[in-house]
């Protein structure tokens, strides 16, 4: 296995972006609602622009133009070749994928983590045989259990870390119970859709050439981009990106997938022009959601509906049990795709055209035991 591995050369990086191989479905669905609410709800055309989450879609976007970099260096190709060398079959792979996952997104947020292992996901299964769709999902999974640990693994944490006035500490001590259930079941799920079987790799193909210069580049764009993001510099740091690659490495921007800043900025549009209607407004007052589990599974309901960073926000009012709304935006993120952000990025970067279809397939159910063991574990 050792040997095989190290011997096979690494395909070519030059592959089709992951809006052209994923499709654009969603985005067109994105569309077709926000022009139902121009028609039904109009407003200014800079109004619009004032729903969007600009700080989110300029992150994304730079990290999208220094993963594509990285990618197309090589690193990721012959990164895989190392661990299928030294990894023998499907089910520690999926462990490992998924470990790494959960640790990494509490450390380094759930977005950054996933553009840095869904697009090596991919490359691994270019050279092996493996269930790409599954390991991808689970990894979605992971990051979406792992950030909701620590204030600053995700952007609902974070701002409910703000509003509670906790420490660092006491913050990952109210969250460890319901991560650690989601977790569990995170390890049952790899166990059971996982098998144990050995590593099968594809046949050679044409070698890739290793470009040190441009790996060099989008780690040192990746780092001086991060320090932007941490200090608001979001302009600057987009400029020096964009502005690198555009002078030194102007095919990086053709092989970015545009269409997925277009989905995040479309989903803004219409999941606040949705959270704004009256009739939801006034339905918010009236339920008895306050606290305790009604408060808990309102959050999973409504991060179905309109993702889990703008129900944090929006439940914040009605609803004062903040551990309970912690817990429920947390594991409000499995389900539906629009249950976070994370599940979209995750689904496009790995390229899926049914991804949609086998994220669905195990991240409900996953959804329904979280959400009930979670439930019964803060209710003991």
């Given at each position: ?310 129900a944090a926000i929006l439940l914040d009012g009605p609803v004062r049990d903040l551990p309970a709304l912690a817990a429920g ?52």
């Amino acid at each position: 296995m050792s040997n095989a591995a190290s011997s096979r050369p690494a395909p070519s990086t030059d592959a089709a972006p992951a809006g052209e191989a994923g499709g654009n479905g969603l985005l067109w669905v994105l569309v077709a609602v926000a022009i139902v609410f121009a028609f039904f709800r109009p407003r200014a055309p800079l109004d619009y622009l004032k729903l969007v989450d600009w700080q989110t879609v300029g992150a994304l976007a730079g990290l999208l133009v220094i993963t594509q970099g990285v990618e197309r260096s090589g690193m990721l190709q012959a990164t895989a070749q190392r661990l299928l060398g030294k990894v023998t079959d499907l089910r520690s792979l999926a462990l490992l994928l998924t470990a790494g996952a959960a640790l990494l997104s509490a450390l380094v947020t759930n977005d950054v983590s996933l553009f840095l292992l869904v697009p090596l996901t991919r490359v691994l299964a270019t050279q092996a045989h493996l269930p790409l769709a599954r390991l991808v999902v689970l990894e979605a999974l992971a990051v979406n259990a792992g950030s909701a640990l620590t204030p600053i693994g995700n952007p609902q944490n974070l701002y409910l870390w703000h509003r509670s006035g906790d420490s660092f500490l006491g913050f990952m001590a109210m969250m460890a119970p319901t991560v650690a259930v989601m977790l569990f079941w995170l390890l049952v799920a790899v166990w059971l859709l996982v098998p144990r079987t050995p590593i099968a790799l594809k046949p050679a193909a044409e070698a890739a050439s290793v470009q040190p210069r441009l790996l060099s580049l989008a780690g040192l764009l990746f780092v001086a981009f991060v320090i932007a993001l941490d200090q608001h510099w979001l302009l600057a740091g987009l400029g020096l990106v964009f502005g690198a690659f555009l002078l030194l490495y102007p095919r990086v921007l053709r092989g970015v997938d545009w269409a997925l800043l277009a989905i995040i900025a479309l989903m803004f549009v219409d999941l606040r022009q949705l959270a704004e209607l009256p009739a939801i407004a006034s339905q918010l007052k009236q339920w008895p959601i306050a606290e305790g589990w009604r408060a808990y599974l309102a959050a999973i309901a409504t991060s179905q509906v309109i993702s889990n960073v703008p129900a944090a926000i929006l439940l914040d009012g009605p609803v004062r049990d903040l551990p309970a709304l912690a817990a429920g935006v947390s594991v409000g993120g499995f389900g539906c795709v629009l249950g976070s952000l994370a599940n979209l990025i995750a689904l496009r970067l790995a390229a899926l055209p049914r991804g949609l279809r086998e994220f669905h397939k195990i991240s409900i159910p996953f959804l329904l035991v979280c959400a009930a063991t979670a439930l019964l574990l803060r209710l003991g």
